[in-house]
C-alpha cells in the first residue's frame, strides 16, 4: 500500500476525516445518508469515496481498515455496474461510509493532515496536579 492513498476529508467546519477515493471523475451523487450513490452524467456530480465514520477512540484503527478496504475495492469499471456497487456498499465494515463528495473536500494525504503531530504529541499543557488532602 502506498501511505498516500489514505486522503485527508473536510466538509469545512475543521473536523478531518480519512477516506479512500474510489473514482476521481465527477460523476457520483449522493441520494441519502446510508443510499448507495448513483453514478451521474460524467463531469456534472462528486468523487466516490468511502470514509472512516468512527469515534475518535477508534481513529487508530482507520487507516489500516481503510487500506484492506481499498485493495478488495471494485476498479473503476466495476464501479459501472450498480448492482457490484450496491453489494460492495452493504458488505461494508461498521464506521465506513460509502459517499460522493466534492473534490475540494478532498484536502491530501492523510499522512500530512493539518493537526497531526498535535496529535501525535499530545497536549502541551500540563496535566493538572492534585493536592493531597489534609488529615
Known sequence: MIPDEIQTGNYGI????????????????????????????????QLLAVRWCAPE???AQAPGVLAQLLATAPTTQEL????????????????????????TSVIGPWS?????LLTAIGSSRPHPVRAARAA
Do not use: M, Y
Not at 25 to 43: K, M, S
Not at 112 to 116: H, I, K, L, S
Open 14 to 45: 475543521g473536523a478531518f476525516f480519512p477516506l479512500v477515493v474510489l473514482d476521481t471523475a465527477p460523476r457520483w451523487q449522493n441520494q441519502g445518508p446510508g443510499i448507495t450513490p448513483l453514478r451521474c452524467t460524467d463531469d456534472t456530480g
Open 57 to 59: 477512540s477508534a481513529a
Open 80 to 103: 459501472h455496474d450498480a448492482e457490484l456497487l450496491k453489494t460492495f456498499h452493504r458488505a461494508l465494515l461498521p464506521h465506513l461510509n460509502l459517499i460522493a463528495l466534492t473534490s
Open 112 to 116: 500530512q493532515r493539518p493537526g497531526r
